[in-house]
């Protein structure tokens, strides 16, 4: 199983990005997906995670800004990113646990700065 992450990049402070995170199949026991991000100097992090149940978490940080979704048809999970902080600046990781393993996407950065 192979993730592809996309849709970093340079924003303003404010401003929005949405990262996508397309899995190569469909079938492989999903249990969790997620986003982690990981600033330089500094530990990766759980950012959102959402369960196949449908349960959601965001890290205090995001809450109210980032929103975590899934679009099955398209085995891809979003996560819409409005008023972007620089604190947010850090690689985003995207992490499916699966009941095949815990997979991961390659890095896509995003750097918000003025």
């Known amino acids: 199983v192979q993730l592809q992450a996309s849709g970093g990049g340079l924003v303003q402070p404010g401003e929005s990005l949405r990262l996508s995170c397309a899995a190569s199949?469909?079938?492989?026991?999903?249990?969790?997906m997620g986003w982690y991000r990981q600033a330089p100097g500094k530990q990766r992090e759980l950012v959102a995670a959402?369960?196949?149940?449908?349960?959601?978490y965001y890290a205090d940080s995001v809450k109210g800004r980032f929103t975590i979704s899934r679009d099955n048809a398209k085995n891809t999970v979003y996560l819409q990113m409005n008023s972007l902080k620089p604190e947010d600046t850090a690689a985003y990781y995207c992490?499916?646990?699966?009941?095949?393993?815990?997979?991961w996407g390659q890095g896509t950065q995003v750097t918000v700065s003025s």
């Open positions: 199949e469909s079938s492989f026991g999903i249990l969790t």
């Open positions: 992490n499916v646990q699966a009941t095949l393993g815990n997979f």
């Open positions: 959402l369960t196949s149940g449908g349960s959601t």
